[in-house]
């Protein structure tokens, strides 16, 4: 056994070699915590989910606080009606902030549909940060969405909702009051978790 270590030591090569089975060893191990850190940081904080896009949204106020009226916006929605987000009072509402370019946003929409579909004492309402109606329209017709969606083309309710990350989720009571806010893509657990701090 101490031969072929001491053929190595004395080799020309056998530095090299050790060199190199050292480094892979130390870039095996920084892999192995990056991973592990990254784990940690992805995971559901209570605040936070999966997949997340950044946006720039220029001066946008600091997100709503928990337990406080819901920020009162207007919009105007994907059948060309005009309303405010306080109309909507009366049943729990799940905002929701995305955008047709956002994967994390598409891949979940399906969920979204569904939950909408399921239930007819919530109101579903998608804002897309920063697109205009003539992006927003084709996008919702395309994809068969039913629930109400609102193009922000000058993202005034994004600033109003420190909409940094997308897709951006905030559940509000019935009185306007919200609830929770999560950002990312959430899971049917995390959207069940959610919809019952509103009804």
């Given at each position: 056994?101490?031969?072929?270590?001491?053929?190595?030591?004395?080799?020309?090569?056998?530095?090299?070699?050790?060199?190199?089975?050292?480094?892979?060893?130390?870039?095996?191990?920084?892999?192995a915590?990056?991973?592990?850190?990254?784990?940690?940081?992805?995971?559901?904080?209570?605040?936070?989910?999966?997949?997340?896009?950044q946006?720039?949204?220029?001066?946008?106020?600091?997100?709503?606080?928990?337990?406080?009226?819901?920020p009162?916006?207007?919009?105007?929605?994907?059948?060309?009606?005009?309303?405010?987000?306080?109309?909507?009072?009366?049943?729990?509402?799940?905002?929701?902030?995305?955008a047709?370019?956002?994967?994390?946003?598409?891949?979940?929409?399906?969920?979204?549909?569904?939950?909408?579909?399921?239930?007819?004492?919530?109101?579903?309402?998608?804002?897309?940060?920063?697109?205009?109606?003539?992006?927003?329209?084709?996008?919702?017709q395309?994809?068969?969405?039913?629930?109400?969606?609102a193009?922000?083309?000058?993202?005034?309710?994004?600033?109003?909702?420190?909409?940094?990350?997308?897709?951006?989720?905030?559940?509000?009571?019935?009185?306007?009051?919200?609830?929770?806010?999560?950002?990312?893509?959430?899971?049917?657990?995390?959207?069940?978790?959610?919809?019952?701090?509103?009804?």
């Amino acid at each position: 056994m101490a031969d072929w270590r001491a053929r190595i030591r004395e080799s020309k090569y056998g530095t090299l070699i050790v060199l190199l089975v050292t480094t892979a060893i130390v870039v095996a191990g920084a892999w192995a915590v990056s991973q592990a850190k990254f784990g940690a940081d992805s995971a559901d904080d209570g605040d936070t989910a999966g997949a997340v896009s950044q946006i720039e949204v220029a001066n946008a106020n600091a997100v709503p606080k928990i337990g406080e009226p819901a920020p009162d916006f207007t919009f105007t929605d994907s059948s060309g009606k005009t309303m405010q987000l306080s109309e909507l009072r009366g049943k729990p509402v799940w905002l929701v902030f995305a955008a047709t370019w956002c994967q994390g946003c598409r891949a979940e929409m399906p969920d979204v549909q569904a939950t909408y579909t399921a239930n007819d004492d919530l109101n579903v309402l998608t804002v897309f940060t920063g697109e205009s109606a003539e992006v927003v329209a084709p996008y919702v017709q395309r994809t068969g969405l039913t629930f109400q969606t609102a193009a922000d083309a000058d993202t005034v309710a994004s600033r109003l909702y420190g909409v940094l990350g997308i897709p951006a989720h905030y559940f509000i009571d019935a009185n306007g009051i919200l609830r929770e806010h999560r950002v990312g893509i959430l899971s049917q657990p995390l959207i069940a978790e959610s919809l019952k701090a509103i009804q």
